[in-house]
């Protein structure tokens, strides 16, 4: 029996990180995963790459690690509207100005995806998904048919994805699964402030899927933020739970889910 | 001239022309020129619908569109969108004219039930009556808007879909202009989508010459994702055959098959609207590629495999 942790999307939230690398140390895991976006949103980008490095975390690039690596203009969210933008490239900057020349250049040493294979079981770890690094898979509009013809393609039993900031499981016929597992570094715009990691316990060739809830100190980082001068609308999200940017990319069941 | 070819990389957007180029409105703009005696194309029936929607299950398909003409004008749409959400999220692209309060009940009741996402996209060209009742017909306005209201009492939340018509003057006050009317009837959180003009049917009339699209070239495609552009993830179906996307429907050479199964094959980039879809990415799906599209992100080299 092997168990993963595996997180995406830690948006600089140092203290998150933190406090889901000792959550799953305590539970004894047999590898920590990170699925790429390390910066973006929260303060001090730079806090989270020794951190990373300390728990012998194996992380891939996200479109955010990319941009940065690269030195491109803008994060490749994807994003579409107007008001998104904004936000995107306010934390771009931020982001950009503060993550030293070394963590940009380890950034961009780091694999666009990462093959798995434990007890018989062929696991396919991306950001977005295997074939694109900034596709958002969400829950209700990645359909199963769709799901299997990418697991087809990557020549995948599991497939793991992150970068929409929601986690879901769709367990599908054949004991193959797709896991988006979620993001350390913002709520879920479900209006508490916990954030999620994913545990997969895979066991003579089945995977278990849980998802934990990380609670941390949420205040500490509205503070960090506030004196790193962050857009309020980003530490009203941190405070409250709910998403306030960002929300046009939502199709319709997840913004139906929100408050804004 | 050679024409750039584009593959069918994998289908993600299956569209059905439902109710072919009939429509209640005549708006200035249409791409298709849709109307109320407009019979080029025709309607689908659902047992069509639901054929090609099991051969795009078989393709791995991820999203299904419903337009017309008005989709709304066919008597079994509410049917179809639930058979399509068996196998896909759903969108359906409405004026938003016929949706009375039954319809929007049975809309909320759909989309409750269902796995996936529905989305009703609902068109409205100016958030000032007249403005927009000049380009969609007289007393629409008024409609929208209590469609909007209808629906999003509902808890649906649609997606206002508006065609770029104005001058870069009016940029600024567009969007605050639409959240402004949007929320006045009632819709507390609206989305909105803005969708370029397209140099093709009525608008074309419209512009009376007054537009220079190029064609898309080879050397433009170079380091360009061909994602970008609808032919390589895009098929919609018509009661005449499957053509390579909703744009290009009065084109006979973008006619591929008759059915889904026989219209994989790849496409030549041979309209000038293949450069407004260059342009601005696929701006037919509900989140496009990138609003900028492959146009501007076509610096070689820069591009990275995201």
């Known amino acids: ?260 | 001239m050679k024409y750039p070819r584009i593959e069918l990389a994998h289908l993600d957007n299956l569209w059905f022309q439902v109710t072919g180029t009939l429509c209640n409105l005549a708006c200035t703009h249409c791409f298709n020129s849709s109307g109320p005696d407009v019979k080029t194309f025709g309607f689908l029936s659902p047992d069509a619908v639901r054929r090609e929607l099991e051969e795009g299950a078989r393709r791995g398909v991820r999203d299904v569109f419903f337009t017309g003409g008005e989709p709304f004008l066919h008597t079994q749409i509410a049917e179809m969108l639930e058979a399509s959400l068996e196998f896909a999220a759903t969108t359906v692209l409405t004026n938003g004219t016929l949706i009375n309060d039954r319809m929007a009940d049975r809309l909320a009741a759909i989309e409750r039930h269902a796995r996936y996402s529905l989305e009703v996209r609902v068109s409205l060209d100016s958030f000032d009556e007249g403005t927009n009742d000049a380009i969609r017909g007289a007393g629409v306005f008024q409609r929208v808007m209590a469609t909007v209201a209808r629906l999003s009492r509902r808890g649906l939340l649609p997606l206002v879909t508006v065609v770029h018509t104005w001058s870069d003057a009016e940029e600024q006050e567009i969007l605050p202009g639409f959240v402004r009317i949007l929320r006045q009837a009632g819709y507390d959180r609206p989305r909105i989508k803005i969708l370029p003009a397209l140099p093709l049917g009525r608008e074309l009339v419209r512009l009376a010459g007054a537009h220079d699209e190029p064609w898309v070239t080879e050397e433009m495609m170079q380091g360009v994702d061909p994602d970008l552009l609808m032919c390589s993830n895009s098929r919609i179906v018509t009661d005449r055959g499957v053509w390579v996307c909703p744009l290009l429907v009065e084109k006979p050479d973008a006619r591929l098959g008759d059915h889904l199964a026989d219209a994989a094959s790849g496409y030549e980039l041979a309209h000038r609207a293949c450069f407004t879809c260059y342009q601005y990415g696929t701006f037919c799906s509900n989140v496009n590629a990138g609003i900028e599209g492959a146009g501007a992100l076509a610096a070689p080299g820069e591009r990275s495999e995201a």
């Open chain 1, 1 to 260: 029996m092997q168990r993963l942790a595996l997180f995406g999307g830690i948006y600089s939230n140092h203290r998150a990180l933190a406090a889901a690398l000792d959550d799953a140390a305590r539970r004894g895991v047999d590898a920590v995963y990170c699925l790429g976006d390390l910066g973006a949103f929260g303060p001090y980008p730079d806090r989270v790459f020794p951190l990373l490095r300390r728990s012998g975390v194996q992380t891939i690039q996200g479109n955010y690690d990319n941009s940065l690596a690269l030195g491109l203009p803008d994060c490749q969210c994807g994003y579409t509207d107007p008001r998104d933008n904004h936000f995107a490239r306010l934390s771009y900057d931020y982001t950009f100005r503060n993550t030293s020349a070394e963590n940009k250049a380890w950034l961009g040493t780091l694999p666009a995806t990462l093959r798995l294979e434990i007890e018989g079981v062929r696991l396919l770890l991306a950001h977005g998904s295997p074939r694109k690094m900034n596709e958002f898979l969400w829950e209700s509009t990645s359909p199963d048919p769709f799901l299997n013809y990418l697991l087809d393609e990557a020549q995948a039993d599991v497939l793991c994805v992150t970068h929409t900031g929601i986690k879901w499981h769709r367990p599908l016929a054949g004991s193959r699964h797709v896991v988006n597992v979620g993001v350390l570094g913002r709520p879920e715009n479900e209006g508490t402030t916990r954030v999620w990691y994913t545990l997969l316990t895979i066991s003579r060739a089945s995977v278990d899927v849980e998802f934990v809830p990380v609670v941390y100190d949420h205040l500490a980082l509205a503070a960090d933020m506030q004196a790193e001068r962050l857009p309020p609308e980003f530490i009203e999200t941190i405070v409250t739970g709910w998403w306030t940017t960002c929300l046009e990319i939502l199709p319709h069941k997840e913004r139906a889910r929100g408050q804004f």
